[in-house]
């Protein structure tokens, strides 16, 4: 078959790591969200206004919680595609990156159920620069793969192509031309 | 010239029941607003002298917030409000609560109406609103059945209810308040209060105590609030009778004085006492100045009479408007620097005159002020130069070239910050700089000595270590802020981060923001000064570019004065922004305007949540701990709003009707856990007032309510949910006491401890907790301004870990009584009843938080503590207490090399117990280096420690325990070989530490010995945990207690270099190395561990010293779990009891002694403490070293 499963897994993963370039952008938003404080400082000491951001901060800790696993996953699907795929090369740029998130799965701090983003400590300026950087390097990565996804499915649309054509070539040299 | 000086700051922390002072003035000259600047000065009581003070705290309103006035009328509505709707079954449901937190927002008016205290008069503040409130006739006891839970009514009560009541709380308190009106007494640390520049210009002059007059003119001075007539005539009598000269009343005088003495010392003479006084220099001097007090007292009381006769003749008729009797008398003090001090405005607006560090200055000033008609005002100029020393050095050096040139040879020198104003440059300046710069050689020298630290026996001083000198120029340094609140682990902040990372410390603050102080300038002004960029309040290191702008020190935005703030109460002078109170201390207090808040301040709630399952019953906890509550139940810190509930559970949540009007209290029974509600939302929590008979009822009857009871089960996550939605409309404070391990409901716990592993690292395992419910819950309450406070008191495991999180991000604190009995251990009963009361009673502020700001430059990154961390810089304290500390790690992002100075300011918004909304500011000062072996100079060994407990602490939860160690261990490693490469010139097979780090080593030895992070001996993983929650939330000097205790021969004390306080002398021995070859067996020796403390006694220990002090007739007679000192009728017992009640007194908690013979159960304990030496799986020092040593060459 002309369209290969390789050909398949890019074109997929594409558009999964469109998905996940968003998340991540939508990482950045909250971790900027986060970082940023009320405007005046007098809401800052009000009790009410402690009360909302307090909110705001678990809110947003639990939108970026509920985002971790997705994300997980998804890469985990590429590297699993890939390999099925036979993509050793593509596989290898990826493999790192699979390192770090089953790191970071794994070593969650010791808190019980609850995953990253701890709203207890994600307010520590260290954590949150942290989250940021990380955030950052993620959307570099994923923007990589995606123009590297994009060139590979093009790529091999155009191997198909060449390989049609050749083909087509030798079809036509079997059959006279009339 | 320093040793006036120290002891001045012993006097400081004085234990002096001397009044609060109200001061109010109105300024009837200036064309100001009256509502300009009212100074409140205030007497903190220290309230670190547990178990006497407290008593006294109702007497100090101000400082603890507690005494119930009943002029102040803060409305009775809130809870009244409540009592109009309806009841019935369906009200459960119908009303929510927030409902009745609205209905409280009708007292937004009146909140501010302060007490007498407070400026009352302030147009601003409406008056105390005379609510006349209709109180709803109650109806009985509620008989609707409600669904879903059974109601009962205990027979119990019934029975019991109709005894009459006994006020017990007359008779308990009237002793104590005698105790202490005859007695004061100093904190054990000396030279750790203010560092006020007042006390330096009052010493400077007069020989010795020159604050003695003050002391002794206290008579005319001080009068209390008029409702407390009895306390003070008895106080101020004490003082003056007794001639004590360490009672420091007036501040007024102190803190802003004419510093007269000050004309004799131009600043250049002054260097030398600003350096920090050696410790023993100052006991010395506070032993001497009991017997020289008459002559200097006289001296003083003359100084005194001077400024009031200066009132007298002053020309200014300025009657103080307020109404107070005691007022005059300020006002009087006031009117005399207002009158020296006018000389001051007519004085050219430049900052060569008003540094007046030299003699040109003072001769430029001279000239340009108009001739001084007499020689006082003449002094006063000098001083008033003096007195305003704030930035000035800098721009001196910047301007003088020629110190700009030598600047890089002198390494002890801060370089100049940049130029800011007109340069001016003199020979003078030269030379007083000059001058201060052979003097900082000279320290430097001294702190950069190195030392050997192998070869190095008897490292540790005899007395206790002070905080190392900066080298900061003294003026600032005398403004500076005290170290015990603010403390920096490099007290040279290191140019740029790589300078940092070289030197290999950390860089971090350790604060104690809301401790308990003596002495504190409260400001009450309807605009607080601060900086419009950063938000930072004026502080005293601001520099004032001319009268009308200053200029930031934290973002270096230049600013306008307002022009309220030219205004000078005090002086009652215009013109003078630099002389206010604000830029003239560290730590102020500003009595908030309303813009800081949008709903009145939350009242004093307090909701107490007892387990009384069987467990808790058998340790006979709840009998104590009722009997505490009846007892300062009247003292409990708050006003007419305060409110009280009360839960209990066990497998069910109880809860009690207290509602006013009822006969008795109502026990209401929801035995739904899985999904808690509360029956009678209104009537659980109540007024104090109104309902303090209940209150004292329930509290009568309520141990005895569950002595039969066979019921196991704990359903503390229940309970947790019930109490958090009873307080969840107003805030507060919820005190929990819990037995067990809880067992049913949510946030159920199961054991995680492997007895069998206790000794291993694999013991340390379950150092986080086990479920997230307690960390949510404990956040909730953080939004809504609860903080809860955790009593353990267990026997058995109780994943301390796990229930920990409810304090620990709602700003509680934890105290733990492992094996707790009634009977059994009665040494835990006892400090049990101590702290208990001291909780119960010390001051508390609500709904506070908390902003750390520093130069730009630095940021803080990683905060430890008992909070919830809202914003990057912004700490969320449900509640604050005057016995949590904080610490803060800083790293340096932009180069400091533009400035000299850097500075940090933490301001503490609360709202008090009296509702009033208040900031507390400090600000630290600290000069910028250049070079790693000035860092190495001004490292602050025992922050250092601090800080990296703390880290360690946080090291070990994350990582484990065995990383913790290794970092420590790394700390001394990199920071030491670091020492060696960059600094120290000698050869390899050295350990060489400079002289500021020597205890560096031992400290961390200590550490890694301390129960949080010893293996090899059997340590219960709660302990551990225990031990690891002090260290994240213990100030500093309690801290390095725990890690390093002070062990003391105490068979042989003698009066030599012994300390005064009140009319108790407090024999000082030295401390000792903390090793077995220390101990003889002909001795006993006391070992402080803070919140124990061991006399261990030798075998061949002298029958007098154990008949004498102990009351036994011989060595093999003392019994093995003796607890407790005799107060004896013999000079030993006296010395040796005094000696132990000033420790004690030192401490906000008791720290109970247990006597150890060779025999007795604590044996170990005491010997695992003597860090020094080797045991089965620890280093001993010298090995430790020698490890330390191998790791650096390697």
Redesign the interface.
Known sequence: MAFTFAAFCYMLTLVLCASLIFFVIWHIIAFDEL?T?FKN??D????????E???N??RICSLLRKLVLPEYSIHGLFCVMFTCAGEWVTLGLNIPLLFYHLWRYFHR??????LLYD???V????I??YYQKESWCKLSFYLISFFYYLYSVTEDRVSLRCHQVFSSGEDNNRHFKY | MQQPLSSGHGASLQKSSTAPECHQQVPNKAPLRSTAGQYDFINYQNNYQSSVHNIIRPVCPMSLGDTQEPEQMYTTLSMDSSLIVPRGPNMITARPQSEQAFLSTPQQASYITSDEHYCSQVPHNVPSQSTTQVFPPHSAPINHTYPGFSYQTTSVFSTQYNAPLTSQHPATSQPSLNALSCQTKALPKTGQGHTQPSFQSCHAGTTGASWHPLAGASTTIPTGPSDNPVIFPSSASSQTSKGSPLSMPHHINQSYPPGRPNVAKPPVAAAPFARWPPPSADRLISASATPASGSEAQDGMHCGYVSNTQVNSAPSPLSSTSDDEDDDDEAGVDSSSSSSSSTNTSLPNNYDSLEGGSNQGLSSSATKAPAPSDPSSSITTKQFGDAYPTLQPPYLKIASPLHSVGQPTSPGYPPGIQQFTQPFSNVNQLSSSMEGLSFQNKQQSEALKQVSLLQEHNILPPVPIQCPPSSLSPELRKLNCSPDLFRCTLMNVPQTQALLNKAKLPLGLLLHPFRDLTHLPVITSSTIVRCRSCRTYINPFVSFLDQRRWKCNLCYRVNDVPEEFMYNPLTRSYGEPHKRPEVQTATVEFIASSDYMLRPPQPAVYLFVFDVSHNAVESGYLNICCQSLLENLDKLPGDSRTRIGFITFDSTVHFFNLQEGLSQPQMLIVSEIEDIFVPTPDSLLVNLHESKELVKDLLKVLPTMFTSTRETHSALGPALQAAFKLMSATGGRISVFQTQLPSIGVGQLFSREDPTQRSTIKGALHLGPATDFYKKFALDCSGQQVAVDLFLLSGQYSDLASLACMSKYSAGSVFYYPSFHHIHNPAQVEKFQKDLKRYLIRKIGFEAVMRIRCTKGLSIHTFHGNFFVRSTDLLSLANINPDSGFAVQMSIDESLADSSIVCFQAALLYTSSKGERRIRVHTLCLPVVSSVAEVYTGADVQAITCLLATMAVDRSVSSSLSDARDALINAVVDSLSAYRSTVSNLQQSVLVAPNSLRLFALYILALLKQQAFRTGSSIRLDERMFAMCEMKTQPLVHLMLMIHPHLYRIDNLSNEGSITVGDKIIPQPPIMQLSAERLSKEGAFLMDCYSVMYLWIGKNCSSSFINEVLGFSSYASVPQNLYQLPELNTVLSQRVNSFVSWLRDSRPFLSIIYVVKDDAPFKTNFFQKLVEDRTETALSYYEFLLHIQQQICK
């Open positions: 970082g404080d400082p007098i800052q000491c009000n009790p009410i206004r402690a009360r951001r307090l909110r901060i678990e701090p010791a808190d019980g159920s609850e709203p207890a400590s307010m520590s300026a260290e949150l620069n």
